[in-house]
């Protein structure tokens, strides 16, 4: 039997908490079609806020990934652009009144399928 250690199981609980907010984003973003359908209704706008919450947590979520294997388990997978997320947790934490709804529906629409493979495929790897 094969043990893990407590940082590895650490790093574990976290990325099942990216994949499953990396899972709500894409179910909450599902409606949306265009940039504007984010600002179309009050509904609309909770989406907004919401996703960014998520994108925020998964930011986060990378950070102490980082901080756990002091910056080594990300590098192993190149086809992400580790820094691009994590920076943008920096803005949505930061500067939350200038949240760019085109740069949102951008990465829902085109980073967080390839981002879900890939947070899966590592939790594989470490298991």
């Not at 509904?43 to 901080?67: V, Y």
């Amino acid at each position: 039997m094969l043990f893990m250690s407590d940082r590895t199981l650490m790093v574990l609980s976290t990325l099942e908490d990216i994949d499953m907010s990396i899972d709500m984003v894409i179910e909450r973003f599902k409606a949306i079609k265009t940039v504007d359908d984010f600002l179309s209704s009050s509904e609309n706008i909770e989406k907004l806020d919401s996703i960014a919450m998520r994108l925020l947590a998964i930011g986060e979520g990378l950070k102490n990934i980082d901080k756990l294997t002091d910056g080594q388990l990300l590098l192993r997978y190149p086809s992400i652009e580790w820094k691009n997320i994590k920076g943008l947790r920096d803005v949505l934490s930061h500067h939350y009144f200038d949240i760019n709804a085109e740069i949102l529906f951008d990465v829902c629409s085109t980073k967080l399928c390839e981002l879900s493979s890939v947070v899966k495929q590592i939790m594989k790897d470490l298991r």
